[in-house]
């Protein structure tokens, strides 16, 4: 049997999840990740169209609007420093002229695999999307 109304301890679930994800999608946005599921794979992409140092990759995720412009970049540097880690980048310390030397990273062959398993997954994202979007409609 399925019922048109939710019981009020269903009711009470639903509104406890819904505040839970709504307090997740709040602590993501206010570390300024606009965008989750695509800031790693962005952060490959970027490194595949040129080697680059994390300041260089903070503005291009910002303007790209995968994350806020006055974010804390240190999850952006951890992220890189797990890539070198996971033999997915190489870094070298390059002098650009003013200012210390800084650390531009690189992918390797294991890190274009990787971004061509995250491009087949956000693929995957847009026909989902497409599919959501298309049943969100039908209900309207």
Excluded: C
Excluded at 68 to 92: F, G, T
Excluded at 97 to 103: H, I, L, V
Excluded at 116 to 135: E, N, Q
């Amino acid at each position: 049997m399925v019922k048109d109304r939710n019981s009020p301890n269903e009711s009470n679930e639903i509104e406890s999840a819904s505040s839970e994800m709504a307090a997740h999608m709040a602590r993501m946005r206010s570390s300024g990740i606009l965008f989750p599921p695509l800031f790693f794979p962005s952060i490959l992409l970027l490194l595949a169209e040129e080697p680059s140092h994390g300041y260089l990759l903070s503005k291009k995720l910002a303007e790209a609007g995968i994350v806020d412009d006055k974010m804390d970049p240190s999850p952006i540097y951890k992220i890189l420093r797990n890539l070198e880690e996971w033999e997915l980048a190489v870094s070298e310390h390059v002098e650009e002229g003013r200012g210390p030397a800084r650390k531009v990273y690189q992918l390797t062959d294991k890190g274009r695999e990787a971004l061509s398993f995250m491009a087949s997954r956000v693929d995957t994202a847009t026909d989902l999307i497409k599919w959501f979007k298309g049943k969100y409609k039908a209900l309207k």
